[in-house]
């Protein structure tokens, strides 16, 4: 998505030039990749494809992604994961919060992540 932007939008908003917001939009992606999602794809998707069980353990570690996300979500204070308008970081993380959904992981202990 940053090439794309990059190449063919390089104005948009949705991957902002201004170098702080460049930056966080390049953190939540990188947050998502490397703590949220190897969270969450051990505990939605490997049950599906090798039919591993979900223990308590794995949605522990699931909520815990979910805390630091909450948090980070808290710090911004803004509509969206950086800004008041969407970026590609909005996009990454939508992914990881349908995988969620699709297996009925409750998010009533995270009120701005709905």
């Known amino acids: 998505m940053q090439y794309i932007c990059d190449k063919y939008a390089p104005e948009s908003p949705a991957y902002p030039k201004e170098p702080q917001l460049r930056a966080l939009v390049n953190h939540r992606l990188c947050f998502n990749m490397a ?20 223990s308590p353990e794995g949605l522990k570690r699931v909520n815990a992604a979910l805390g630091v996300f909450e948090e980070y979500l808290s710090r911004v204070g803004k509509k969206y994961v950086v800004a008041d308008h969407v970026t590609i970081a909005d996009f990454s993380l939508i ?4 995988c969620l959904e699709g297996v009925g992981v409750p998010f009533d202990n995270f009120k701005l992540i709905t």
């Open 35 to 54: 703590h949220l999602y190897s969270a969450i794809a051990p505990y939605t998707l490997a049950p599906i494809f090798f039919e591993y069980p979900r």
């Open 95 to 98: 992914t990881s919060m349908t």
